[in-house]
């Protein structure tokens, strides 16, 4: 006999953690009725109930599902649900039959839709805008411009409009009135389709949660192939809490932090024995920035000594000789908490800047490491690259955006110089750095190389070793008078021509692990002199392991 399970029910736990509806195929637009959230699945057209405790899932549409098919944007005004569907705005009562009635038709696709008592805004990507209409008279009152590049969603809450872009994997805290930029967010995960906020009936606590629609590949076994093993695709829909933290002062946003093992580990294995005698094997050690604390650090294989290198924690090995023969393994690992940041800061506040230090100008505007910054070619581009512009922000941006026109991403087994680089047109992450850079500094911006490291991401799959594929480095620029700001080297270059998303100018995703800022990575330094790569390099000498787990996510800050 089965027993009555009334007794055995779990408790509700606030807020809802992930939500992974039951059917549900690419989730657009979402809200809240109560407890309930209401989703349309824009593949199959479900207006979808769900239950965000035990991601049960009911269709309210079951005879109407063809006329929901493909829609985009849900909003939801007391009994009344609004739907964007290809270039037009709908409107039903919720607990009537679900008969869509016109309320205003674009001039393009409309994608998002929210409503705030007599007034309704859609978003539009095709025309750049956020158009708002009296609800009333539905004649279009005026528009506020579209703050990222992809498609869209929206919502609102009090006098704040949340919007969520696809390809920046950002949401914007815009002013209701003027839609300027409040705050961004980077969200954990990619192509976000949707937006909801819950308030806590009990604490008045609002939570938003994103929806997420992607594909994601996965090994099959077919057994009628031979190998029976292939290559697939499915969709993947979720719904997640985007937690956040905006500090006001230091101009900054944090989002989704975790608790994240990395472990970098040596394994000494020569293609060609070698003797060195008196040997210090330093590697660099994780950074304490505003998004990145290091909770613990301890050696794996043999200890180290730790040493502070330009204000950068190393780990130094020391070996007495290194003998022919001789096999170690040796490294560290770091337990970190890493948030994904966002700055904010315009063109305007880089008026009357300070002169940059110094001692900044003699480090950071130099070519130290073969950036080719006195052939031709480079010097042109760099005057190119900012045209009249004088302003700080403008000029990395255009700096960012003209080796983006001018490159596409390709991997190779070695680094060349910059000057190479740009001839060839094709660049692995390290080569758009090292343009990045040459140009940057021949115009007189500060920067230096960040990296080493991405964890793989995937947010989801915690307690799960992950190993990544390559390895990685970005840069950060400075602002007299504020700081350092990081700027990805490739990842933004997303298109052809652009327009390139902004989600890793002045931000970082929660999966980058910032270590050695403006130092080398790692460097052999034998009877106290550098052991240069012309001599040996260090993947002559050994295989490097490096691991991730994603222990927890944190929880919201501030």
């Known amino acids: 006999m089965i027993p009555d399970s009334t007794s055995s029910v779990l408790p509700k736990l606030k807020p809802f953690g992930t939500i992974r509806p039951i059917g549900a195929s690419a989730l657009q637009g979402i809200a809240f009725k109560g407890e309930n959230l209401i989703a349309i699945d824009a593949t199959s057209g479900y207006l979808l109930e769900i239950d965000p405790y035990s991601d049960n899932t009911k269709i309210l549409n079951p005879s109407r599902d063809l006329d929901f098919a493909d829609a985009t944007g849900l ?124 308030r806590d009936p009990q604490t008045g606590e609002d939570t938003l949660y994103v929806a997420y629609a992607s594909e994601e590949p996965y090994i099959r076994d077919n057994p009628n192939a031979e190998p029976n093993y292939e290559l697939q695709y499915r969709d993947r829909t979720f719904i997640h809490p985007l937690y956040f933290y905006h500090n006001t002062e230091n ?21 060609e024995e070698v003797e060195l005698k008196d040997l210090e094997w330093r590697i660099a ?41 001789e096999r170690h393994l040796f490294g560290w690992k770091a337990l970190l908490e890493v948030w994904s940041i966002k700055y904010r800061l315009t063109p305007r506040d880089m008026e009357r800047l300070p002169e940059l ?65 740009l001839e060839r047109g094709i660049g692995s992450c390290g080569e758009y750095l090292g343009l990045l850079l040459a140009l940057s500094r021949l115009n007189g911006i500060a920067c230096r190389t960040v990296g080493r490291y991405k964890c793989p991401p995937h947010a989801d799959k915690l307690g799960i ?48 692990v910032e270590i050695g800022k403006g130092i080398p990575f790692e460097i052999l330094k034998s009877q106290g002199a550098l052991v240069k790569k012309e001599q040996i390099s260090i993947g002559e000498l050994a295989i490097n392991h490096v691991r991730f787990t994603i222990r927890a996510e944190l929880p919201r800050q501030g």
């Open 75 to 198: 909003a939801i005004a007391g009994d009344t649900l609004w739907l964007t569907l290809q270039e037009s705005v709908y409107f039903c009562q919720l607990n009537g039959d679900l008969r869509l009635q016109q309320f205003v038709t674009l001039p393009y696709r409309a994608n998002g839709i929210a409503i705030k008592e007599s007034t309704v805004y859609i978003t539009c990507q095709k025309a750049g805008y956020i158009l708002i209409y009296n609800r009333n008279t539905g004649r279009e009152i005026t528009r506020l411009y579209a703050p990222g590049i992809g498609v869209e969603n929206i919502t609102v809450r009090d006098e704040e409009l949340w919007v969520s872009d696809r390809e920046e994997q950002t949401v914007y805290c815009l002013d209701r009135a003027t839609g300027e930029i409040q705050f961004s967010l980077l969200t954990p995960f990619e192509n976000p389709t949707g937006l909801a906020f819950y």
């Open 251 to 271: 101009r900054y946003s944090l989002s989704n932090g975790y608790l994240i093992e990395m472990s970098y580990v040596e394994e000494l294995a020569p293609l």
């Open 285 to 325: 050690l994780p950074s304490e920035t505003d998004r990145q604390k290091v909770r613990k650090i301890e050696p794996v294989g043999i200890p180290f000594t730790e040493e502070i290198q330009d204000d950068q924690r190393v780990a130094v090995f020391k070996f007495d000789t290194l003998q022919p023969g």
């Open 357 to 421: 230090p110094p001692a900044f100008q003699t480090r950071y505007l130099v070519d130290d490491d073969e950036l080719a910054m006195d052939t031709e070619i480079i010097r042109r581009a760099a005057q190119e690259a900012i045209g009249r512009e004088t302003n700080l922000l403008r000029k990395m941006y255009s700096i960012r955006n003209y080796v983006y026109d001018r490159l596409s991403y390709g991997i190779k087994p070695h680094i060349d110089t910059p000057d190479i680089v």
């Open 465 to 512: 070793p992950l190993q990544p594929d390559f390895n990685h480095v970005w840069l950060e620029f400075y602002v007299p008078g504020f700081g350092w700001l990081p700027m990805e080297s490739n990842p933004d270059d997303t298109m052809e021509g652009g327009p390139y998303p902004t989600r890793f100018f002045m931000g970082l995703a929660w999966y980058h």
